[in-house]
Structure formats: structure tokens, C-alpha cells
């Protein structure tokens, strides 16, 4: 047995250069991710991010429809607009309109939704037929119901007339016409989303609810104590998808009378619908322009509001002991 | 790394070729259509038009061209879709009808539309009556247009409403209790609110299609033949909106929904006596009393008579956009479509009344009764009723003067929300924020 004291020598300090395949090979590793979630990016930079952009362009300009861009006006657009009698009624008009559709609807989907998580005969019957009104397209459910919501021959006001009830000025009136445009808007999305509830509400461990009623709570506890605070991360998901939905409104609107952007003295005119107004009829692409942004930043802002709630609410869900449960905790461990 | 530069490369290589054949099309080497060259025109009109017929006959005359038709429910959505495309800059269709309306607005982009003048415009000119032929042409000369209808107005009753109001019946004696040539509109209300007291109904269907009659009388309407606005301060329109007003006040508007009337319904249930009709007005009528079951027991009749003269409501125009990839071929069949003795046949299909002189004179020649309107000659008495009509300037912002200023005043009349004064002073109103400040 022979020990070397000597070292072996040291191996080249210079590494050797990476062959061009093993360059390859790291570019891949690195880049490929990137590759592959380009498409996405790509996309969305295309349409998304540069009509976005080019819209705030547009909006910093005199720009007519038809005969295009004109001069620079920076940012007078934007204070015009804000001073706009027609466009503050807009948005009044929008949330008096997302708030008689979403409140509502939230309450009856979820409901249902308690319903079909019931056992009830013939379930996936009654859970197609909730989304049916869903798969109609809302032009046609406008269509029926502008039909349904006239003044003066509108199968509802017949009916009131019947009973020798006053007529509902559908049209005329803002308040009748807010619950009218709110009624189609309901009847389309409150299905859809009692079924995205009812998915959640599936998701929540029977043996809760068993041992819930071990302990002696009703049906109504139950649904209070358990379903609801099991399914708040979903509720949050329909509210924000509500939110950016009902800001936009505006096939409705347009077609509950065809003849007007939004009645004759604006009382369901929408903010998309002051839009379109100002773009196709006033031709006023500019000022059409930084409506559409003073909209996108709205829904932005409600989209921070909702992000505010719904990290609460995760906290809350993470089941982290409070401070006072740590500090007794520790207390015992001592 | 080689592989990559091949795949540029062969991009580079699709899009030159993707670029070349871009250009390719816009060349203006037409070549004519034919059974080898087959052509696909598309046209884009509105309302009650008239056309179907005549397509399938261009067909048939002039083997390779199919045509694709799209007709739009009424004016003012032809008009959304016309601006949303020429803003586009592309989706115009070979042949788009214009209405007189928004004439204005398109006359300001004029030259996005093919001078039918290099298509033979000057050859076929004397076709039509002057002002119509002169509407289509832009101020530097170039024809973006041909005519296809006017729009004379005269006077639709229901006979039967107006017998059981003690009335005369029949179109003459009616013509002469209106007045005749010197038809007021004074007299017009007058006899409505004896008509009011007689039944307890309206007179007109509401004030919107009245007030356009009244407007489109006058000399100048909402702008001046410089282009100048012309409402504010404007007396005459001004005395005409309170007569109007006082009319509404004293119950003669039905408050009826313009372009819908509970579809139809309303020309069948006696809802209102009068209705002001321009001859395409006569087509729009034949829809309503198709869609609500009304046939020609309904009592609908057309007197050659209108308050106060001569009117011309609308009529349209053919034009070809700049982005047809067939112009030549689109020009003719525009130069077709409108040609006299097609106008006869659209006429009798849409019940409008035709632009061209030719085809004037054969209405009144063949007399034809229309069945719809208890046999009145239609034909004959538009023919009438355009004696005198002189063309009026329309302004680029004319249509949304006519829908958006003065609609929303003129329903606060027909709700009975305003008196005039504070339906005039809010049409003033929406016209410095939506025109004027626009």
C-alpha cells in the first residue's frame, strides 16, 4: 500500500469551450419556457395591449370618424368628456343597471344553486335546464323581451290592462327601464351562474353537513354557516366576472329600442352605448376614444376593489390561527 | 440555427407573395365579366328597396356575375354600418345605397367613392331630374352617385276613420278639404282637432316623420346652402316647431314608436287617422300592414294633397366605394339598377317613386292602381306632388340633427313632458353639446 503524497495534478483550469450543442442545450432550458407561453403574449399584445394603446392614442386627438385623425388636443378629450352631462348619466345609468341585475342575481343563483345540490329527481334535467337561457344569444333574448316590454302593445302592460292596471312606461320612464334591461341581463346570466355556485357548493365535504346536523343545525344554519363561507372564493370569481360584464352592457340597451342609443331622452343609455353613440352618430372618434378609457380604468378600479375584498376573504380562508388562539397556544406549551 | 434561417426566409417569401397579390387586386386593370371570369358583386341597401327581382335578372343578362344582396332593416342602421366601414377602410360592399340623409356626411369624404364620371356618368346625366343628379355630385365634379327614388310627399288617410268622423270619404273631395294646392298646415291641424273632437283619437302617429315633412319643405332646413347652421334664431322653423307643439298639446299625436308601431299594429287598430307619406313611405306602410295582418280592408287611401306644398322626404342613392375590387363592373350594374325602365320595376315592387324623367312618365301614363291604398294611382299622384319640389342642402351633421337633436324634443312633446318652449329650448340644447361643441 502506497500512499501519494503528491497530488495528482490539477485538471486544465481553462474549462473547455461548450460545443455548440451544449449552448443549444442551455439556450433551451432557459428560453424554451418562454417560447412556449409566447403565443399567449403575442396574442394578447396584438389584441389586446395594442388596441389599448392606440385607443389612448386616438383619445389624445381631434378624430373624426370618417375623415380621420386631426390635431393634437393632449388631454382635452378627457376633461370634456368628464364634463359631460350625457356621459355622467351613462354611468349612472350602467351601475343602477349592474346593481338591479347583480344583486338579484346573485341571490336567486344561489339559491338554486342550494336547490340542485339538493338530491333531488331527474338533477342533471333541472342543471341543463337552468343554463339553457344561456345558450340563446342575447339578441334574440332582446328581441322577445323589447317585444314583451311595450308601452302600448307589450304583453306585460296588456296583462296589467286586464287587471285594470296602469300601464308601465317601459321605455319612457328610467327606473321601469332600468328593471326591464335588468330582466334580460338576469334572465341570461343568473343559470350560469348558479351553476358555476353549484360546482363550488359540490366541492364542500358532505361529513360537515353531517355533523352539522349531528349537532342539531337546520337546513337554513347549515347553508349559512358551512355552503356560504365554503364557496367565497367562487362567489368572489362571479362577482368580479359580473362586475366587468355588467360595466359593459350594451347589447341590451341597444336593442330594447332599436330606433335610439339608449331611449329618446337617454334613460337606459349605457356607458358603451354613449360610446358607440359618440363614435357612430357624432362621429367623434376621439372623444369615443377616452370614453372607452375613462371605462377601462373604471373597471379597473372596480377590478382593485373586488382584488381588496377577495384578499380578505382568502386570509380568512386560510384557516391561520389568530393571534390570541397563537399566543394560548404557546401558552400551554409552556 | 441554418433551419431558422430558412424558415425567415420563407417568411420573408410568404409575405412579399401575400403583399404582391394585395396589390395585385388594387390594380385598375378590370378585366369584364364573363362565363371564364366570373365576378361576385355584393350590395348593400335598406329598408324596402325593391331590388330582389332585378338581381336575378342582371344574372340572367350578364352570364359570370352573381350578385350577393344584404338589406338593412332601416336608414339609420345602413348609415352605422356604412361609417363603421368606411372608417375601417374596408368591408364596403361593390354597390352601397346612401340615403339623402347622411348624403352630407359621406359628400366630406367624397372621394373614398369611384367618380362614376370615368364609368360614363356624363352619357346617361340627362336620365334623371337635375337636383337628383346634382345631390350625387360632389363639389369638385365627381359623381359619387346615381338616384335611385325620390321622395315627394303626399298625404295617407284611412278612409274608413275618416267616414266614421263624418269626413268626406274619397280622395278628391279629401285632396279639397285640406286645401287643395294652397294645403296649409294650419288647416291640417285644424281639421285634426275637429277629428279629435269627433272621435276621441289621434291625428298623426307622432311628431317626429311630421316635423321632418315640415323641415324638409323649407327652403333651407337645418343648414343653410352655405352649410351653415340654421336652427337658432331660426323663426320660420321655430313658428312651425310651436304649431307642431300646440298640435301634440292638443292630443293629435298617437305616440306611436317611429319604424315600429307595435309592429304594424298601430296602421290597423285606428290608432291615427293621417300619416305622411313619401312615396318609399308607401312600401313602408305595405310592411307594417303585411307583419300586422292588415290587408286592403284597413281603410288606407293616398290623397294628392300636402300641407303646405311641395315636399321631398329622402330617396336614395347608388354609389361605388373606392375599395371595390370590380369598380367598373359595380358602376354598371349601379348604372343598371337605376336606368328608367329598372326604376318602373323597383317601383312596383317597393311602391317608391323613381328619380329618373323617363321613368316618371311611365307611372303616369300606365296609372297603375294600388291595390293596398283602395286603388289610389299612386304613381300619378307622386308625379303631382313632386311638381316644385326643390332640392334642399343637406349638412354633414343633417341625420343627427334630424334623430338626436330634435328626436328626443320632439317625443318630450309626443309624452306630453314639455310644452314647446321647453322642448325647443332643450333642442337648442342638444344641439350646441352634440353639434355644435361636438
Given at each position: 500500500?502506497?500512499?501519494?503524497?503528491?497530488?495528482?495534478?490539477?485538471?486544465?483550469?481553462?474549462?473547455?469551450?461548450?460545443?455548440?450543442?451544449?449552448?443549444?442545450?442551455?439556450?433551451?432550458?432557459?428560453?424554451?419556457?418562454?417560447?412556449?407561453?409566447?403565443?399567449?403574449?403575442?396574442?394578447?399584445?396584438?389584441?389586446?395591449?395594442?388596441?389599448?394603446?392606440?385607443?389612448?392614442?386616438?383619445?389624445?386627438?381631434?378624430?373624426?370618424?370618417?375623415?380621420?385623425?386631426?390635431?393634437?388636443?393632449?388631454?382635452?378629450?378627457?376633461?370634456?368628456?368628464?364634463?359631460?352631462?350625457?356621459?355622467?348619466?351613462s354611468?349612472?345609468n350602467t351601475l343602477s343597471i349592474f346593481l338591479l341585475s347583480a344583486?338579484p342575481q346573485l341571490?336567486v343563483a344561489?339559491?338554486l344553486?342550494?336547490?340542485?345540490?339538493?338530491?333531488?329527481?331527474?338533477?342533471?334535467?333541472?342543471?341543463m335546464s337552468v343554463l339553457l337561457p344561456y345558450i340563446v344569444t342575447p339578441v334574440a333574448v332582446a328581441m322577445i323581451f323589447t317585444n314583451m316590454f311595450g308601452?302600448?302593445?307589450g304583453l306585460i302592460?296588456?296583462?296589467?290592462?286586464?287587471?285594470?292596471?296602469?300601464?308601465?312606461?317601459w321605455k319612457?320612464?328610467?327606473?321601469?327601464s332600468h328593471i326591464a334591461i335588468a330582466t334580460m341581463v338576469n334572465w341570461r346570466w343568473t343559470g350560469y351562474n348558479a351553476l358555476i355556485?353549484?360546482?363550488?357548493?359540490?366541492?364542500?365535504?358532505?361529513?360537515?353537513?353531517?355533523?352539522?346536523?349531528?349537532?342539531?343545525?337546520?337546513?337554513?344554519?347549515?347553508?349559512?354557516?358551512?355552503?356560504?363561507?365554503?364557496?367565497?372564493?367562487?362567489?368572489?370569481?362571479v362577482?368580479i366576472t359580473s362586475t366587468i360584464g355588467g360595466l359593459q352592457i350594451f347589447t341590451e340597451p341597444r336593442l330594447f329600442d332599436p330606433a335610439t342609443a339608449g331611449g329618446?331622452?337617454?334613460q337606459f343609455q349605457t356607458t358603451v352605448l354613449y360610446l358607440w353613440e359618440?363614435?357612430f352618430?357624432?362621429?367623434?372618434?376621439?372623444?369615443?376614444?377616452?370614453?372607452?378609457?375613462?371605462l377601462?380604468?373604471?373597471i379597473?378600479?372596480?377590478?382593485?376593489?373586488?382584488?381588496?375584498?377577495?384578499?380578505?376573504?382568502?386570509?380568512?380562508?386560510?384557516?391561520?390561527?389568530?393571534?390570541?388562539?397563537?399566543?394560548?397556544?404557546?401558552?400551554?406549551?409552556? | 440555427?441554418?433551419?431558422?434561417?430558412?424558415?425567415?426566409?420563407?417568411?420573408?417569401?410568404?409575405?412579399?407573395?401575400?403583399?404582391?397579390?394585395?396589390?395585385?387586386?388594387?390594380?385598375?386593370?378590370?378585366?369584364?365579366?364573363?362565363?371564364?371570369?366570373?365576378?361576385?358583386?355584393?350590395?348593400?341597401?335598406?329598408?324596402?328597396?325593391?331590388?330582389?327581382?332585378?338581381?336575378?335578372?342582371?344574372?340572367?343578362?350578364?352570364?359570370?356575375?352573381?350578385?350577393?344582396?344584404?338589406?338593412i332593416d332601416r336608414?339609420?342602421n345602413?348609415?352605422t354600418d356604412?361609417?363603421t366601414?368606411?372608417?375601417?377602410?374596408?368591408?364596403?360592399?361593390?354597390?352601397?345605397?346612401?340615403?339623402?340623409?347622411?348624403?352630407?356626411?359621406?359628400?366630406?369624404?367624397?372621394?373614398?367613392?369611384?367618380?362614376?364620371?370615368?364609368?360614363?356618368?356624363?352619357?346617361?346625366?340627362?336620365?334623371?331630374?337635375?337636383?337628383?343628379?346634382?345631390?350625387?355630385?360632389?363639389?369638385?365634379?365627381?359623381?359619387?352617385?346615381?338616384?335611385?327614388?325620390?321622395?315627394?310627399?303626399?298625404?295617407?288617410?284611412?278612409?274608413?276613420?275618416?267616414?266614421?268622423?263624418?269626413?268626406?270619404?274619397?280622395?278628391?273631395?279629401?285632396?279639397?278639404?285640406?286645401?287643395?294646392?294652397?294645403?296649409?298646415?294650419?288647416?291640417?291641424?285644424?281639421?285634426?282637432?275637429?277629428?279629435?273632437?269627433?272621435?276621441?283619437?289621434?291625428?298623426?302617429?307622432?311628431?317626429?316623420?311630421?316635423?321632418?315633412?315640415?323641415?324638409?319643405?323649407?327652403?333651407?332646413?337645418?343648414?343653410?346652402?352655405?352649410?351653415?347652421?340654421?336652427?337658432?334664431?331660426?323663426?320660420?322653423?321655430?313658428?312651425?316647431?310651436?304649431?307642431?307643439?300646440?298640435?301634440?298639446?292638443?292630443?293629435?299625436?298617437?305616440?306611436?314608436?317611429?319604424?315600429d308601431?307595435?309592429?304594424?299594429?298601430?296602421?290597423?287598430?285606428?290608432?291615427?287617422?293621417?300619416?305622411?307619406?313619401?312615396?318609399?313611405?308607401?312600401?313602408?306602410?305595405?310592411?307594417?300592414?303585411?307583419?300586422?295582418?292588415?290587408?286592403?280592408?284597413?281603410?288606407?287611401?293616398?290623397?294628392?294633397?300636402?300641407?303646405?306644398?311641395?315636399?321631398?322626404?329622402?330617396?336614395?342613392?347608388?354609389?361605388?366605394?373606392?375599395?371595390?375590387?370590380?369598380?367598373?363592373?359595380?358602376?354598371?350594374?349601379?348604372?343598371?339598377?337605376?336606368?328608367?325602365?329598372?326604376?318602373?320595376?323597383?317601383?312596383?315592387?317597393?311602391?317608391?317613386?323613381?328619380?329618373?324623367?323617363?321613368?316618371?312618365?311611365?307611372?303616369?301614363?300606365?296609372?297603375?292602381?294600388?291595390?293596398?291604398?283602395?286603388?289610389?294611382?299612386?304613381?300619378?299622384?307622386?308625379?303631382?306632388?313632386?311638381?316644385?319640389?326643390?332640392?334642399?342642402?343637406?349638412?354633414?351633421?343633417?341625420?343627427?340633427?334630424?334623430?338626436?337633436?330634435?328626436?328626443?324634443?320632439?317625443?318630450?312633446?309626443?309624452?306630453?313632458?314639455?310644452?314647446?318652449?321647453?322642448?325647443?329650448?332643450?333642442?337648442?340644447?342638444?344641439?350646441?353639446?352634440?353639434?355644435?361643441?361636438?
Amino acid at each position: 500500500m502506497t500512499t501519494t503524497l503528491n497530488r495528482p495534478a490539477k485538471p486544465a483550469a481553462i474549462k473547455p469551450k461548450p460545443t455548440f450543442r451544449q449552448r443549444l442545450n442551455v439556450f433551451d432550458v432557459k428560453a424554451s419556457p418562454y417560447l412556449y407561453i409566447a403565443p399567449f403574449f403575442i396574442l394578447f399584445a396584438l389584441v389586446g395591449l395594442f388596441p389599448l394603446i392606440y385607443t389612448f392614442v386616438v383619445s389624445l386627438f381631434d378624430w373624426h370618424l370618417l375623415k380621420g385623425q386631426g390635431e393634437f388636443v393632449g388631454l382635452q378629450n378627457f376633461t370634456e368628456v368628464l364634463q359631460d352631462r350625457f356621459f355622467w348619466n351613462s354611468l349612472f345609468n350602467t351601475l343602477s343597471i349592474f346593481l338591479l341585475s347583480a344583486i338579484p342575481q346573485l341571490a336567486v343563483a344561489l339559491f338554486l344553486a342550494a336547490m340542485l345540490d339538493q338530491n333531488i329527481r331527474a338533477r342533471t334535467f333541472w342543471r341543463m335546464s337552468v343554463l339553457l337561457p344561456y345558450i340563446v344569444t342575447p339578441v334574440a333574448v332582446a328581441m322577445i323581451f323589447t317585444n314583451m316590454f311595450g308601452e302600448q302593445y307589450g304583453l306585460i302592460n296588456n296583462v296589467l290592462g286586464n287587471f285594470g292596471l296602469d300601464p308601465v312606461m317601459w321605455k319612457s320612464e328610467t327606473l321601469p327601464s332600468h328593471i326591464a334591461i335588468a330582466t334580460m341581463v338576469n334572465w341570461r346570466w343568473t343559470g350560469y351562474n348558479a351553476l358555476i355556485l353549484l360546482a363550488a357548493m359540490q366541492a364542500v365535504p358532505r361529513d360537515l353537513y353531517e355533523s352539522a346536523a349531528l349537532d342539531g343545525a337546520g337546513a337554513v344554519r347549515r347553508f349559512f354557516s358551512i355552503t356560504l363561507p365554503s364557496i367565497r372564493p367562487t362567489m368572489v370569481f362571479v362577482v368580479i366576472t359580473s362586475t366587468i360584464g355588467g360595466l359593459q352592457i350594451f347589447t341590451e340597451p341597444r336593442l330594447f329600442d332599436p330606433a335610439t342609443a339608449g331611449g329618446s331622452q337617454r334613460q337606459f343609455q349605457t356607458t358603451v352605448l354613449y360610446l358607440w353613440e359618440m363614435a357612430f352618430q357624432r362621429q367623434n372618434f376621439g372623444k369615443a376614444s377616452t370614453i372607452a378609457w375613462l371605462l377601462f380604468l373604471i373597471i379597473v378600479l372596480f377590478g382593485v376593489i373586488n382584488y381588496l375584498i377577495s384578499r380578505r376573504i382568502a386570509t380568512a380562508d386560510a384557516a391561520k390561527p389568530s393571534r390570541a388562539a397563537r399566543k394560548r397556544a404557546e401558552r400551554t406549551k409552556r | 440555427m441554418k433551419f431558422a434561417r430558412r424558415h425567415t426566409a420563407a417568411a420573408i417569401a410568404g409575405a412579399a407573395a401575400l403583399a404582391l397579390m394585395a396589390t395585385g387586386c388594387s390594380g385598375n386593370s378590370e378585366q369584364a365579366a364573363s362565363a371564364d371570369n366570373p365576378v361576385e358583386l355584393t350590395v348593400t341597401t335598406f329598408g324596402t328597396f325593391g331590388y330582389d327581382d332585378l338581381y336575378g335578372e342582371y344574372e340572367q343578362a350578364n352570364p359570370g356575375i352573381k350578385i350577393k344582396a344584404t338589406n338593412i332593416d332601416r336608414g339609420s342602421n345602413a348609415r352605422t354600418d356604412a361609417f363603421t366601414k368606411l372608417a375601417a377602410g374596408s368591408g364596403l360592399s361593390d354597390v352601397v345605397a346612401i340615403e339623402e340623409g347622411w348624403l352630407g356626411s359621406i359628400m366630406e369624404v367624397s372621394d373614398q367613392f369611384v367618380d362614376l364620371n370615368e364609368h360614363g356618368a356624363a352619357d346617361i346625366k340627362d336620365n334623371w331630374v337635375d337636383w337628383k343628379f346634382k345631390q350625387g355630385t360632389d363639389p369638385d365634379g365627381r359623381v359619387i352617385g346615381y338616384g335611385t327614388d325620390i321622395g315627394p310627399q303626399g298625404l295617407c288617410y284611412n278612409g274608413k276613420l275618416f267616414e266614421a268622423a263624418g269626413l268626406p270619404k274619397d280622395r278628391e273631395s279629401v285632396a279639397k278639404l285640406f286645401g287643395g294646392e294652397d294645403a296649409t298646415w294650419e288647416t291640417y291641424f285644424k281639421l285634426g282637432e275637429q277629428y279629435k273632437a269627433a272621435t276621441g283619437k289621434a291625428w298623426y302617429d307622432q311628431s317626429g316623420f311630421v316635423w321632418n315633412s315640415m323641415v324638409n319643405q323649407m327652403e333651407e332646413g337645418y343648414y343653410t346652402k352655405d352649410g351653415d347652421l340654421n336652427v337658432d334664431g331660426n323663426a320660420e322653423m321655430k313658428d312651425k316647431f310651436e304649431l307642431l307643439a300646440a298640435g301634440t298639446a292638443a292630443g293629435l299625436s298617437a305616440n306611436q314608436t317611429q319604424w315600429d308601431w307595435g309592429n304594424g299594429k298601430a296602421f290597423t287598430d285606428g290608432s291615427f287617422a293621417t300619416f305622411v307619406c313619401p312615396g318609399w313611405m308607401l312600401g313602408t306602410i305595405k310592411g307594417q300592414l303585411e307583419s300586422a295582418g292588415g290587408g286592403t280592408d284597413s281603410g288606407w287611401d293616398f290623397a294628392d294633397v300636402f300641407p303646405g306644398g311641395a315636399s321631398n322626404w329622402g330617396g336614395a342613392f347608388l354609389s361605388v366605394p373606392k375599395t371595390s375590387e370590380h369598380p367598373a363592373e359595380a358602376a354598371k350594374l349601379a348604372a343598371w339598377l337605376t336606368a328608367p325602365e329598372q326604376q318602373v320595376k323597383q317601383s312596383a315592387a317597393a311602391n317608391n317613386f323613381p328619380s329618373t324623367l323617363k321613368a316618371q312618365e311611365k307611372l303616369v301614363a300606365d296609372a297603375t292602381p294600388n291595390v293596398l291604398f283602395n286603388n289610389a294611382p299612386t304613381g300619378v299622384i307622386l308625379a303631382n306632388r313632386a311638381k316644385g319640389v326643390v332640392a334642399q342642402f343637406k349638412g354633414p351633421d343633417d341625420s343627427v340633427i334630424q334623430e338626436n337633436v330634435f328626436g328626443p324634443a320632439l317625443k318630450m312633446l309626443d309624452a306630453g313632458t314639455a310644452d314647446a318652449d321647453k322642448a325647443w329650448s332643450e333642442a337648442l340644447t342638444l344641439l350646441n353639446d352634440l353639434v355644435v361643441k361636438n
